[in-house]
């Protein structure tokens, strides 16, 4: 029973087994074939949607495509437009150069033939010089051949009786000044307070033509004036000014119009007085000394007007001319304080056109050199300036900038003389900057001294006494005791001729001998 019962369990066991394994092949079946429709589903699905997705791309991509275009098109559209725009100002402006260089070209052509017109009549009046000159020749063969004198034999005979003439003048001169002296001393007392009321009531000629020397004690005006008077002639002599010593407390005036000489008699009577050594000989070295180191403290100001005005490379003796300028005055104007205002203005205003600026500068400099030394050469300061431009090897462009800043003289041949002419006339126009009563009153102290100057004989003169006075050394191996005398009187009469002034002018002639020996 026991083994049968086994045998059934054994039994039933196995067919339990291949139905479970029966079942189990069906589901696997089952689930297979589930699987693989999911999985297909999910295929299809996915299939769908990258569709949908690329689709999607493809509409999104062709829109950007689409507005990128529009955009370059815009932009396109834009860039033409501008280089249109740009095309239509090159033509313009290649017309507007087209008919500056048409003008330039007619410019250059007139010109040219103003040139050409200023040849012919140059050459002209050269064939007329030539011909006037042959005529005067002629004419001076012709007077010698009738007079049956030579050129030389007649001068000489005028000379002579000129010299005649003006002896008799002289004789008759002085006697007619004594006896006017005589006859009309209260007259003159009233001119001579006139004068001297004028003269307190003019602070700015005062100003311009004095300084004041302050000493420590009236007594050592005695030692100025020295034994005779002889202190005094040597300072006086030695520097070319005229000390006024009068009861004025503890002052001493010193007259000169000549800026530099009164600014080293200044300082020359202020080492005196310290040192207190006061005689000819010592006068004399003190003088020369003190020459030396004012013409040293010239050149350091016109190394600094130099250097302000920015102008470099200037020829050693323009820098001195330049400090010079510091001790003269033009229309009561300082005329280096003049002439670096013009260099400023001129750098400005060339600035401003598109010119040379270093030339205008320049230019500016040296327009008014020649005042440093017109006192000392004959002719107008812009001739002046521009001889010792031409001397220094300036340009003729330079040149003609110098001749033409004063209008009339020269005609201007470059925008930088333009400019240069404007700014002279800013800086000579501006409220306060000119006095032209003082001008003619330096001008005339200036002629005088230049017409004595002009005498065969005369060493130097010197205007004193605001004008009033010309003091003249004579060469004493040239000129005699009689001949001084002469030459007083010539002067006088050639003062009469040519220069207007007021009341009237007094002529010293100085003839001086020294002997010296050297004790060994």
């Known amino acids: ?249 503890e002052t001493i005036t010193i007259s000169a119009f000549d800026g530099v000489r009164r600014y080293i008699a200044k300082k020359s009577l202020e080492k005196l007085i310290a040192d207190g050594r006061i005689h000819p000989a010592r006068i004399e070295e003190v003088v020369q000394k003190i020459q030396k180191e004012v013409d040293e403290e010239i050149k350091n100001i016109g190394m600094q007007a130099a250097i302000d005005s920015g102008v470099p490379n200037l020829h050693p003796e323009i820098i001195k001319l330049l400090g010079r300028l510091h001790f003269r005055t033009s229309y009561g104007q300082n005329q280096l304080q003049h002439t670096l205002e013009v260099t400023w203005l001129a750098g400005a205003i060339a600035g401003e056109l598109g010119v040379d600026i270093a030339f205008c500068k320049k230019a500016g400099l040296m327009h008014d050199i020649g005042k440093a030394v017109d006192h000392e050469v004959e002719g107008t300061h812009h001739q002046i300036s521009a001889d010792l431009a031409k001397k220094f090897g300036e340009s003729p462009k330079m040149i003609n900038a110098i001749l033409a800043h004063h209008e009339g003289f020269a005609e201007p041949k470059s925008a930088e003389a333009f400019v240069l002419i404007a700014a002279d006339a800013i800086s000579a126009a501006r409220p306060g900057a000119r006095r032209e009563t003082i001008e003619s009153y330096l001008k005339r102290l200036e002629q005088l001294e230049t017409l004595a100057k002009n005498f065969k004989g005369v060493a130097s003169a010197y205007a004193i006494q605001a004008g009033r006075e010309i003091r003249v050394l004579v060469e004493p191996e040239n000129i005699d005791d009689q001949q001084a005398q002469i030459v007083a009187h010539d002067i006088a009469k050639k003062i009469e001729q040519e220069l207007n002034y007021p009341g009237q002018i007094k002529v010293t002639v100085i003839r001086e001998v020294r002997a010296q020996d050297v004790a060994k």
Request: negative net charge; contains cysteine.
């Open 1 to 249: 029973m026991t083994v049968e019962f086994l045998l059934i369990l054994i039994g039933v066991a196995c067919v339990c087994f291949v139905l479970g394994f029966v079942i189990r092949y069906v589901y696997a079946k089952i689930d297979s074939s589930s699987v693989e429709q999911v999985s297909n589903r999910i295929i299809n699905e996915a299939k769908m949607l990258g569709d949908a997705k690329t689709k999607q791309m493809l509409i999104e991509a062709r829109e950007q495509i689409d507005n990128e275009r529009k955009e370059f098109d815009k932009e396109m559209k834009e860039k033409k437009v501008e280089i249109q725009n740009s095309e239509k100002r090159l033509l313009q402006r290649e017309e507007f150069l087209d008919k500056r260089v048409e003008t330039q070209d007619r410019k250059d052509k007139e010109f040219q033939q103003k040139e050409k017109d200023l040849e012919l009549k140059e050459k002209s009046i050269s064939d007329k010089i030539v011909e006037i000159d042959n005529i005067k020749n002629e004419q001076k063969k012709v007077l010698e051949k009738i007079s049956g004198i030579t050129r030389e034999e007649a001068k000489q005979t005028l000379i002579k009786e000129m010299l005649d003439e003006a002896k008799r003048d002289a004789i008759v001169y002085s006697q007619k000044i004594e006896q006017e002296t005589r006859e009309n001393a209260n007259k003159k007392a009233k001119e001579i307070l006139s004068v001297a009321i004028q003269k307190v009531a003019a602070d700015h000629t005062v100003d311009t033509t004095t300084s004041t020397v302050q000493i420590p004690n009236d007594e050592i005006k005695g030692r100025i004036i020295g034994r005779e008077g002889r202190n005094i002639r040597a300072f006086e002599q030695a520097t070319g000014v005229d000390l006024l010593i009068d009861d004025t407390p």
